[in-house]
Structure formats: structure tokens, C-alpha cells
């Protein structure tokens, strides 16, 4: 067998393995945002302890959603760099975090016009 042939193979195989994966990892976190309790996962995620029961407004959700963008973005650094205080687990949950807030974004400014 060509050594060039073998390579691509393992590429074929490897590179259905990763869209597999980004598959599952996407299903998580879209079934995950419909289970999202503002009041019960925001605070361990950016440690929002300023929470108060009718936080409706949308400026108050804009800078929940600027704290999870910045969240996420440290932890993606985190996982390029093979830091050993990368947590898959925490990743996924401020993704679901962040597309429920931005659902409810969208229902708020649905509600303003």
C-alpha cells in the first residue's frame, strides 16, 4: 500500500471522527440551553452574584452575555494551550449558558417593539 494513500485514510478517518464529534458536543449544548435556570447555573459559571429575581431588562442580559463571551473565550485559551485547568464540562455549560441568554435576548426585544 502507498504510504501517501495510508496517510489519507487515516485523514478521512480521523477528520469523520472530529465532525462527529463537533456533532455530539453541538447536540449537547443546544439540548442543554432548554434546561438553562438563570438563577441556579449563571452564578457558578462567571460568578454573577448580583442576581435579582426580575433581572428582565435588556441591558442587565447584554452584560450576562458580554461575561460569558469573555468566559468563553478564556477557557477556549485554556484548551489550545493543553492547560491543565481546562474543563470540557465547564466549557459546554457556558455555551448553553450563552444560548439560552441570547434566546432571551431576542424574546426581550421581541417584547420592546
Do not use: V
Not at 484548551?79 to 434566546?103: C, F, P, S, T, V
Amino acid at each position: 500500500m502507498n504510504p501517501d494513500s495510508t496517510e489519507n485514510l487515516r485523514r478521512d478517518e480521523f477528520g469523520d471522527l472530529r465532525s462527529r464529534f463537533r456533532r455530539a458536543i453541538n447536540l449537547t449544548i443546544i439540548s442543554g440551553a432548554d434546561f438553562y435556570e438563570r438563577k441556579r447555573h449563571l452564578p457558578r459559571l462567571i460568578d454573577y452574584q448580583t442576581m435579582h429575581e426580575s433581572c428582565e431588562a435588556a441591558s442587565e442580559t447584554l452584560g450576562i452575555i458580554r461575561r460569558l463571551y469573555g468566559a468563553i473565550r478564556h477557557e477556549r485559551r485554556l484548551g489550545k494551550a493543553g492547560h491543565w485547568a481546562y474543563d470540557l464540562n465547564r466549557h459546554i455549560g457556558l455555551r448553553q449558558a450563552l444560548r439560552a441568554e441570547l434566546a432571551f435576548l431576542r424574546k426581550l426585544k421581541g417584547r420592546e417593539s
